[in-house]
């Protein structure tokens, strides 16, 4: 197990290098661009070298903060030599479950299939911090979750590997339900599971999060935007942040209207509970809780996954530890990342591009973020 040791000592850690885990997804041209540029952006932070990709041979002396692609695996971080999170951005966990959503809800009952190390006791801590829903290894259990999730209204199926959008269904009935398992491999399910919970109409996603960069720490509460991809899939498409210098204590005095206040404590539920899987640490830590109607009518309001690794979003906070850094008097900073699909897209003055081309995979799109307004002191 990997306990959050103190710090190694700043100078010791002099060089700041990408990492490609053993789990990671394959990714998009852009998100690999953007990758480098966040690790590019933490050397700046840090007065760091930036290698580039991580070569064991070249940096098996030590002092790499790494920027992995993905949440690494507890074996995977100790034979880096990764014993605390000021050694990384992203986070360590035990299992491979547990870097997805599908730790976001309870099982079906004491008897529901579930993999080695699931964590009831997270569950239940963090059940009032998110949806109603629930967390399947086998259809059977998919079936029992939907039986009692209908009667308030339809259903949002998630495969917990899928993000920005993509691999989430809408289901109305069992016999939905069943065509849409008929699609995946039992051992699909068995292995990563799904997510069952109730479907918000009029959704609005917030973005929460603490982010820790050596000894600078910024807490944040924004909202998220959907835009249609080159696909006409409706997907991610940015964030707005507005980022304290601090802690959660320093966020909640920040002013906010009562929905984002609940966003910013169901989020901290989640977060303090995630220490019940033995071994995690995390240096960025990003929740999106998500706000609606459901199906009877009942506004809801709950964390709809974790996000610990570097991701959409993480541009703005680190343009926003910048400023911070830049500027000591500084103590509040609002940022944007943006990502636009198609050829015809507009860059706002003051935005830094990170993408503005043709992705093999994804087609024409820009990735920019840009700090719209920082503040000296708290209003």
Not at 7 to 21: G, H, I, M, N, W
Not at 156 to 182: C, M, S
Not at 328 to 334: D, Y
Request: charged share 20%.
């Amino acid at each position: 197990m990997i306990a959050d040791r103190p710090a190694l000592e700043p100078q010791t850690l002099d060089t700041v290098a990408v990492y490609f885990s053993r789990l990671g997804a394959p990714m998009y041209t852009h998100e690999k661009v953007t990758l480098s540029i966040v690790a590019e952006s933490i050397a700046r932070v840090n007065g760091c070298r930036y290698a580039g990709v991580y070569n064991l041979a070249e940096h098996s002396g030590g002092g790499v903060f790494f920027v992995p692609d993905d949440t690494l695996m507890l074996d995977e971080a100790q034979n880096l030599g990764i014993h605390s999170r000021q050694q990384l951005y992203g986070a360590v966990v035990p299992y491979p479950f547990v870097k997805t959503k599908a730790i976001t809800h309870g099982l079906v009952g004491a008897d529901a299939a579930r993999p080695f190390g699931w964590s009831s006791a997270f569950a239940d801590s963090a059940r009032n911090a998110v949806l109603p829903g629930y967390t399947v290894f086998s259809p059977d259990d998919a079936r029992m979750a939907a039986k009692w999730l209908l009667p308030l209204g339809s259903i949002r199926v998630k495969e917990p590997l899928g993000d920005g959008g993509h691999g989430q269904t809408v289901v109305a009935g069992i016999a939905e339900l069943n065509a849409f398992l008929k699609n995946l491999l039992p051992e699909e399910i068995r292995y990563h599971g799904l997510v069952l919970e109730t479907n918000l109409r009029r959704a609005r996603t917030r973005s929460i999060g603490q982010t820790m960069i050596g000894d600078r720490m910024i807490t944040y509460h924004g909202t998220q935007r959907t835009v249609t991809d080159n696909h006409g899939l409706t997907v991610y498409g940015g964030s707005d942040l507005i980022c304290v210098r601090g802690g959660w204590t320093e966020l909640e005095k920040l002013p906010m209207d009562a929905e984002a206040r609940l966003a910013v404590s169901q989020a901290r539920t989640y977060d303090r509970n995630a220490d019940r899987y033995p071994g995690f640490l995390a240096s960025r830590r990003n929740y999106d809780v998500g706000q609606g109607i459901d199906g009877r009518g009942q506004w809801r309001s709950g964390v709809f996954e974790a996000s610990w690794r570097s991701g959409g979003a993480s541009t703005a906070e680190l343009a926003a530890l910048m400023a911070f850094a830049h500027d000591p008097a500084l103590q509040v900073v609002e940022a944007t990342s943006a990502k636009q699909f198609g050829s015809r897209t507009t860059i706002p003055p003051g935005a830094v591009v990170h993408f503005h081309g043709n992705d093999p995979d994804e087609g024409p799109l820009l990735r920019y973020t840009v700090v719209t307004r920082a503040m000296r002191r708290v209003a």
